[in-house]
C-alpha cells in the first residue's frame, strides 16, 4: 500500500517540518506532502528568527528535540541579544539568516530523516469518516490513507495577493494558492475565517549609500539558539539603520486612496504589533519619523529587507517614498512588498492537544490557526506532530503548560480565546515569564522532549552533565562564606557578578564553569525571591490546573451554570478546571459550580464502583 501512512502533514513550511520530523522520529511512517519541495522552510517574510518572546519560543523547541535551532544556528549570519540591558526574563536572542541556506539546511535534515517521506503534492480535500480523519485527496486526484493527519497550510488556503489595486491569487509571490482545501473543512464543518499580514520591498544593496545610514552590528559573544552550538558557523554581517521622515509620510498620506487598506479593497484584519508603513503614518499622525533595518537576505546576494517599511500600496508609490528615505534615494527596488488575505481555522475549534474536536486525529499547526510567525509555527508544529505521532500509537497526549513553555501559553491562548487578528507571541503574554527564560528552556523541557523520544543520548548526556554542573555550581555559591555572607546573598547585591566571585575565588576557579553555567547560577540567585514567588503562584494554581474535565460532560445538564456560562463551556470545552477559568466571561462562579459538579460525578463514580 504504497499510499498508506501512520501520519500525513500537509504543507512543508515551518509547522510542518517540524511536526513531520517528529511524527517521524517517534516511529511512524510519516509523508509530508507540499506543493513545492522546492520551497521547504522559505521564509516568507524577514529571513531572521526569534526576537522579543520568539526567541525563547526557538530555545523551547531545542530543548524538546525539534530543529529550528539547529537550523538557525547553521545559518545565522548576525546574532543580536534584545533587551539585554532588562532583567532576564524578557532577554531574548535573535538571528538574521541566510534565506536559501536556512531552507536549504531543513530541506537536508527532512529529507535524511529515516522514515520521513517528502512528496510534490498540493491537498485538496481530507477524507474523514465517523468523526475520524482516514486521509487526504491530492490535485493530483491521488489518495493518501492515514491514521492522522495535521494541517499546516500557512497563507496558502485561497491566498490574495494585493500591491495597490493589483490582486493576484497566490499563497506567497511568485507562488500559487491552495483553492479547494478550506471549502473541504467547511463541508466537514469547520467555522473558516480571513486573515491579513504584509511584507516590505526589497531592495539592490549595492544601491544603497551607507553613509547616511548607521551601522548596527551584531554582539561579539553571540547567544545560540541550540543548546548544542558552540561555535559560529558562517562570516557574520552588519546591519543598518535608517529612518522614514515627514516627507515620505507626506507621499503615503497624498496616495493613501490608493492603498488596498484604506480603499476597502483589503476587508481581513492585519498584525496589530507589526502593521503597515501607510498604518504607521495614519494611526500615529503626531510621529514625525519612523526606524527601518537594512536587513541582509544572505550571503551571497546583495538583497536587502526593509525592516518596517511592510506596505502594499501601488509599486509606484512605494518607489517614490523609498526615494525619499535618506540613503535610499538611488535605490533599485529587487521586490516590491505585498499585502496578503488567506483563510485560517478559528483555533477555539481545538482542544489544547491542537487536534480538532470535530475530526479526531486531524491536527491544524502555525499560521492556519491563526498566528503569525514562524516560531510560533514551529513551536505548534513540533506539539501537533508528537501528539499525532502519540495518538497514532496509543499514548496520552502531551499539553505543555502555561508555566513550562510560552508554547504552553500559546496553544492555551489560542484554544481557549481564540483570535481575532494575527497573533504574535510577547513576553507580556505569559504571567510566569521569570520562570519562562530562554536560559533555562533545556531544564523545563528536554526531559518531556527525552520522554517523547525526540532527544537523542547524545543531547540528552550533555543536558544531564550541564545540569550537574549547574547543580555543583549552585552548592558552592550557597556554602562559601565572606565577610559573614554567603556567595548566593552577596549576589544579590545590585552589581555583584558571579565572574567576578569566581574570579575571587579559588574554589570556583577550580571548577572551571562554562558561561551558561554561570548565568544560570547567577540569574537563580539573583532573581530567588521573584522566582519563588512566581512558583509559589503556580502551586496555588496547580490544583486547577491538574483537576481535569471530562471531554464528554454535557454542560446543558448544570442547571446552575448560567446560559452564557453553558454556551462558551461547550464551545470550547476545557480539558481542565484551570482552562475553563481562562475563558472570558467565566468566573469564579461558574468554576466554583464546575468544582462541585466534578466532585459530584466522581462521587457517585466511586459510588457505582463500590456497589460493584
Ligand atoms: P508557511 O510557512 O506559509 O508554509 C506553508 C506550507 O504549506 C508551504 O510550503 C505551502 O506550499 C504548503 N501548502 C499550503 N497549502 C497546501 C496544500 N493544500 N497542499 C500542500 N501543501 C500546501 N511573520 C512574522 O512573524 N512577521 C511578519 O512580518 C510576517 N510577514 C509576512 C508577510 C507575508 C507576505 C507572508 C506570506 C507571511 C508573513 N509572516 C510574517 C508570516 C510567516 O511567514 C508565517 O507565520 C510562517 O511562515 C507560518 O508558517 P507555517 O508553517 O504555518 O506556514
Known sequence: MPNEYDVIVVGAGHAGCEAALAAARMGCRTALLTMNPDTVALMS??????????????????????????????????????????????????????????????????????????????????????????????????????????????????????????KSVGGRIGEPSAERLSDSLRRLGFVVERLKTGTPPRIDGRTVDFTKCAEQPGDAEPCFFSFATTRLALPQRVCWITHTNERVHEIIRRNIDRAPLYTG?????????????????????????????????????????????????????????????????????????????????????????????????????????????????????????????????????????????????????????????????????????LLLRSDNADRRLTPIGRASGLVDDGSWSRFEEKRARIGELAEWVGRIRRNGKSLDELLRTPGVTLASLIAETEELRALAPEREIVEAVEIESKYRGYISRQMREVERLRESEDRRIPAEIDYETIPQLRREAREKLSRIRPSTLGQAARISGIGPAEISVLRIYLQGRRRQASDAHEAK
Open 265 to 433: 479593497q483589503i476587508t481581513a484584519v492585519g498584525p496589530r504589533y507589526c502593521p503597515s508603513v501607510e498604518t504607521k503614518v495614519m494611526r500615529f499622525p503626531e510621529k514625525t519619523s519612523h526606524l527601518i533595518f537594512l536587513e541582509p537576505e544572505g550571503l551571497d546576494t546583495e538583497e536587502l529587507y526593509l525592516n518596517g517599511l511592510a506596505t502594499s500600496i501601488p509599486a509606484d508609490v512605494q518607489e517614490e517614498m523609498l526615494h525619499g528615505i535618506a540613503g535610499l534615494e538611488r535605490v533599485r527596488v529587487a521586490r516590491y512588498g505585498y499585502a496578503i488575505e488567506y483563510d485560517y481555522v478559528p483555533p477555539t475549534q481545538l482542544f489544547a492537544t491542537l487536534e480538532t474536536k470535530l475530526v479526531r486525529g486531524l491536527f491544524h499547526a502555525g499560521q492556519i490557526n491563526g498566528t503569525s510567525g514562524y516560531e510560533e509555527a514551529a513551536g505548534q508544529g513540533l506539539v501537533a506532530g508528537i501528539n499525532a505521532a502519540r495518538s497514532v500509537r496509543g499514548d496520552e497526549p502531551i499539553v505543555l503548560r502555561r508555566h513550562e513553555a510560552y508554547i504552553g501559553v500559546l496553544i492555551d491562548d489560542l484554544v481557549t480565546k481564540g483570535t481575532e487578528e494575527p497573533y504574535r507571541m510577547f513576553t507580556g503574554r505569559a504571567e510566569h515569564r
Open 45 to 166: 517574510c524577514n529571513p531572521a528568527i526569534g526576537g522579543l518572546a520568539k526567541g525563547q519560543i526557538v530555545r523551547e523547541i531545542d530543548a524538546l528535540g525539534g530543529e529550528m535551532g539547529k537550523a538557525t544556528d547553521e545559518t545565522a549570519i548576525q546574532y543580536r541579544l534584545l533587551n539585554r540591558s532588562k532583567g532576564p526574563a524578557v532577554q531574548s536572542p535573535r538571528a538574521q539568516c541566510d534565506r536559501k541556506l536556512y531552507a536549504a539546511s531543513m530541506k537536508r535534515r527532512v529529507s535524511e530523516c529515516p522514515g520521513l517521506t517528502l512528496v510534490a503534492e498540493t491537498v485538496d480535500a481530507l477524507i474523514a469518516e465517523d468523526g475520524r480523519i482516514r486521509g487526504v485527496v491530492g490535485a493530483s486526484g491521488r489518495e493518501y490513507r492515514a491514521k492522522a493527519v495535521v494541517l499546516t497550510t500557512g497563507t496558502f488556503l485561497k491566498g490574495l495577493i494585493h500591491v495597490g489595486s493589483e
